[in-house]
């Protein structure tokens, strides 16, 4: 019998949640154990404004908590000093494309230098809270430049390393934007923008997985609780990593 492990994940799931804990204790040992194999694992989780990232990462750490040497997480572009200061920058001015496209690329490429590059190197685990898809999704898609330039971009700033796997929480703009407000927190720039924009920044992403369907993994999240996403995300790294 073929059995398809992603399936038997999300079935283990709903038939023994007493045994959740365990079952997910034991898929980190596994991840980790597979990360050294190949030298590293890099993964990136997007998403439009609202779509549940922060909740997703904050849970994927505590599942790794006991693995602190192996794993690093990073938000882009957020992770050093320098893009930290960037990311106000962006956060509270409405730049062109190009010039957000180069900030971010420099945010990124410290990201990478510091904190990415030294982990893989020892065959640890990356989680990254957006990535170069981001920057396809929202300075390309979005806001009109050319393919070639961001990618040649993205490709500098990561010395031509990008992330194994991209997780996209696919969310619709209504809903996402809803959900953002909500937080009133202040929101960025971007959420301050309209419904047009944000569409056009998830077919972008939309579109980045259509070609990339290797790297990219979809989860529709409107209807799903967050137990539910962070389930699904949780079932398709295991059909990728462990199949």
Same mark, same amino acid.
């Given at each position: 019998?073929?059995?398809?492990?992603?399936? *038997?994940?999300?079935? /283990?799931?709903? #038939?023994?949640?007493?045994?959740?804990? %365990?079952?997910? $204790?034991?898929? *980190?040992?596994?991840?980790?154990?597979?990360?050294?194999? %190949?030298?590293?694992?890099?993964?990136? @989780?997007?998403?439009?404004?609202?779509?549940?990232?922060?909740? *997703?990462?904050?849970? @994927?750490?505590?599942?790794?908590?006991?693995?602190?040497?192996?794993? *690093?997480?990073?938000?882009?572009?957020?992770?050093?000093?320098?893009?930290?200061?960037? &990311?106000?920058?962006?956060? +509270? !001015?409405?730049?062109?494309? %190009?010039?957000?496209? &180069?900030?971010?690329?420099?945010?990124?490429?410290?990201?990478?230098?510091?904190?990415?590059?030294?982990?893989?190197?020892?065959?640890? #685990?990356?989680?990254?809270?957006?990535?170069?898809?981001?920057?396809?999704? &929202?300075? !390309?898609?979005?806001?009109?430049?050319?393919?070639?330039?961001?990618?040649?971009?993205?490709?500098?700033?990561? $010395?031509?390393?990008?992330?194994?796997?991209?997780?996209?929480?696919?969310?619709?703009?209504? +809903?996402? /934007?809803?959900?953002?407000?909500?937080?009133?927190?202040?929101?960025?720039?971007?959420?301050? /923008?309209?419904?047009?924009? !944000?569409?056009?920044? =998830?077919?972008? &992403?939309?579109?980045?997985? %259509?070609?990339?369907?290797? =790297?990219?993994?979809?989860?529709?999240?409107?209807?799903?609780?967050?137990?539910?996403?962070?389930?699904?995300?949780?079932?398709? /790294?295991?059909?990728?990593?462990?199949?």
């Amino acid at each position: 019998m073929n059995l398809n492990i992603k399936s *038997v994940w999300g079935a /283990l799931l709903r #038939m023994f949640p007493a045994g959740r804990r %365990r079952l997910q $204790s034991n898929f *980190v040992k596994q991840l980790v154990a597979k990360a050294k194999e %190949r030298e590293g694992i890099y993964i990136a @989780i997007e998403g439009g404004d609202g779509a549940g990232k922060g909740t *997703v990462i904050e849970r @994927i750490k505590k599942l790794f908590a006991p693995f602190p040497d192996d794993i *690093v997480f990073v938000s882009e572009p957020k992770s050093t000093e320098v893009g930290a200061k960037i &990311y106000e920058i962006i956060k +509270t !001015h409405k730049l062109e494309s %190009r010039a957000e496209l &180069y900030l971010f690329s420099a945010a990124r490429c410290l990201i990478y230098e510091g904190l990415i590059k030294p982990m893989l190197e020892v065959g640890g #685990m990356v989680f990254s809270d957006r990535s170069y898809a981001s920057s396809v999704a &929202y300075q !390309h898609f979005a806001g009109g430049l050319s393919l070639s330039e961001v990618m040649s971009a993205v490709r500098l700033s990561l $010395s031509g390393r990008l992330p194994d796997f991209v997780i996209y929480l696919d969310i619709s703009p209504e +809903t996402g /934007l809803a959900r953002a407000r909500a937080r009133n927190d202040g929101g960025s720039s971007y959420e301050k /923008l309209g419904l047009d924009y !944000h569409e056009k920044v =998830r077919q972008g &992403y939309l579109a980045q997985a %259509r070609y990339d369907g290797r =790297r990219f993994i979809v989860i529709p999240v409107d209807d799903k609780t967050p137990d539910e996403v962070f389930d699904a995300v949780l079932e398709a /790294l295991a059909e990728r990593l462990l199949s």
